[in-house]
């Protein structure tokens, strides 16, 4: 079955501490994209990529960053810069051209110790 | 910021009646999007419609847009237990990569 795979489930992260949240897609999209989600709240985007070594900053990038070294993998890094990195976070992708919607793995809970 | 707003922001209603939510947006789109979200999972795409179609239907669930009030509504008709669900409106601004811009849900619970 084609789909996009999160992991881990649930990350905690010390003070100080960089931490990479993994997404992998086989479902040959270009793009792919960083939610954040806070309780109650709806997604904010954190960074997406259309092609392979391309990528654009959201509207909440600061303390976090990417890499797209393939097509099927868009790790995000919560670095120690993100004061605040307690939040729910969904990567999803997405074929580019025409009205496409998007699909979503099940998310990493992210939690400060 | 070009954030949509949910309305209500949370909906309670007994199994078998109809529930509406609605969602307005404040600068011209290229489409609209719902979704749906079940508590601790990630997004499911429900629907998506076109900025030049005002009405698209699948199974039980009809969505109207209205691009000259900015305003898009989502209707479940005859709902059941397993519709309980956070639904959120997303809109794509441009064509191309995209970047939607998500509206904060309404969290419905479907009383049996």
């Known amino acids: 079955d084609g789909g996009i795979t999160q992991s881990p489930k649930y990350l905690f992260r010390k003070e100080g501490q960089n931490v990479t949240l993994s997404c992998e897609q086989n479902l040959n999209h270009d793009a792919m994209y960083w939610y954040r989600q806070d309780p109650g709240q709806g997604l904010r985007l954190i960074y997406y990529?259309?092609?392979?070594?391309?990528?654009q900053k959201g509207d909440i990038a600061e303390g976090y960053s990417v890499s797209r070294e393939k097509k099927e993998s868009f790790p995000l890094t919560v670095t120690s810069a993100q004061k605040n990195p307690t939040a729910f976070y969904l990567c999803a992708s997405s074929i580019v051209q025409g009205d496409q919607p998007q699909h979503f793995g099940d998310g990493t809970r992210l939690s400060i110790l | 910021s070009q954030q949509g707003e949910e309305d209500p922001q949370a909906l309670s209603i007994q199994e078998g009646e109809n529930a509406t939510m609605n969602c307005s947006y404040k600068t011209s789109i290229n489409n609209l999007q719902w979704y749906r979200q079940n508590s601790g999972r990630g997004l499911v795409h429900l629907i998506l419609i076109r900025s030049n179609e005002r009405e698209k239907h699948s199974g039980r669930l009809r969505v109207t847009l209205d691009t000259s009030k900015k305003s898009s509504s989502l209707l479940i008709t005859a709902s059941r237990a397993a519709d309980t669900a956070s639904y959120f409106c997303?809109?794509?601004?441009?064509?191309?990569?995209?970047?939607?811009?998500f509206g904060q849900g309404t969290r419905l619970t479907i009383n049996p």
């Open positions: 990529s259309q092609i392979v070594n391309d990528f």
């Open positions: 997303a809109t794509a601004h441009h064509q191309g990569a995209q970047k939607l811009v």
